[in-house]
Every structure is written in structure tokens, then in C-alpha cells.
């Protein structure tokens, strides 16, 4: 008797659809119309060019971050990404999912 209480105990508590939020997505440098593999690229080309230079370490970071802005890129979450989670999450949602 008491296994079939437990059985179905666990079928009960199961059986409530309960998942976590999909991760929400990284930060990273983005640009409107380029890719996250273009991005990495101009990433190394920047971390490169940085490098090549005699500089202090504690300016590199800041050198490459300079270097990535002058080339019209964003540090953050891009709208794309950040609209296609949301779109997750709502599809979720209207599945039945409570999300926590």
C-alpha cells in the first residue's frame, strides 16, 4: 500500500510541468548586421593590434574595448538574442510551463 501511495505521489508532483528560465543570453560584442563570428574576429584583430603595441597592461583592456567601439560595436546583450530568449520564454509560457 505504501508503495502505490508513493508511486503515485510521484507521478502527482511530476506530472506539474515546472522549469527554470532558459538561461538568459551572454553578453557579448554585437553589431546590427554582422554576425558573432565576425565579432570575434574583430575581437582578435583589436586584442592583436592591442598587443603589438608597447602598452601598460592595465590600458590593454580598455585599448580593446576603444578599438572594438571605433569599429561600431556594442558591449551587451543584443536585441536578436535577447528577443529570440524572450520568445522562448512566451512559448513556454503558452505551453502550460510554469517557469521559476
Avoid: H
Avoid at 39 to 65: F, H, Q, W
Avoid at 89 to 99: A, I, P, S, T
Amino acid at each position: 500500500m505504501k508503495k502505490v501511495f508513493i508511486t503515485a505521489m510521484i507521478l502527482v508532483t511530476t506530472s506539474c510541468a515546472m522549469l527554470q528560465y532558459p538561461a538568459m543570453p551572454a553578453e557579448r560584442w554585437y553589431k546590427q548586421g554582422t554576425t558573432a563570428q565576425d565579432a570575434r574576429v574583430s575581437n582578435a584583430k583589436c586584442i592583436y593590434d592591442v598587443g603589438m603595441n608597447k602598452v601598460d597592461p592595465t590600458e590593454k583592456n580598455t585599448l580593446i574595448a576603444s578599438c572594438m567601439e571605433a569599429k561600431g560595436f556594442i558591449w551587451g546583450v543584443s536585441p536578436d538574442d535577447k528577443e529570440k530568449w524572450e520568445q522562448k520564454v512566451k512559448m513556454l509560457k503558452k505551453q502550460g510551463y510554469q517557469l521559476y
